[in-house]
Nanobody, 123 residues
Framework: VQLVESGGGMVQPGGSLRLSCAAS????????IGWFRQAPGKEREGVSR????????NYADSVKGRFTISRDNAKNTVYLQMNSLKPEDTGIYYC?????????????????WGQGTQVTVSS
């Protein structure tokens, strides 16, 4: 089982990034996927989640209207389009898979995790 995040980097405030989460080793379209982030000295927080079919999505209040989650089950990949980035969006971004459409607050119950990708928003 593998989840591999990519697309992180450094960007100026107001800029955009698109993160990808490529999955292998399990039946991808049976799993919901969540994006989480963790900044230095802060707790892990949920950013967004998407159901196995892609029909349902949720966002943290802090990213609503700026981030969009989507998935392509034919490519076993989930995307997180991040626009209007702010310095407070800085952190390591992780994707995780859950057999059920779990609340992001239950992050410790997600089954599989990627290694993370760094996002830095700074001028």
């Amino acid at each position: 089982v593998q989840l591999v995040e990519s697309g992180g980097g450094m960007v100026q405030p107001g800029g955009s990034l698109r993160l990808s989460c490529a999955a292998s080793g399990f039946t991808f379209d049976d799993y919901a996927i969540g994006w989480f982030r963790q900044a230095p000295g802060k707790e892990r927080e949920g950013v967004s989640r998407i159901s196995s079919s892609g029909a349902r999505t949720n966002y943290a209040d802090s990213v609503k209207g700026r981030f969009t989650i989507s998935r392509d089950n034919a490519k076993n990949t989930v995307y997180l389009q991040m626009n209007s980035l702010k310095p407070e969006d800085t952190g390591i971004y992780y994707c995780a898979a859950s057999r059920f459409y779990r609340p992001m607050a239950d992050w410790d119950k997600y089954n599989y995790w990627g290694q993370g990708t760094q996002v830095t928003v700074s001028s």
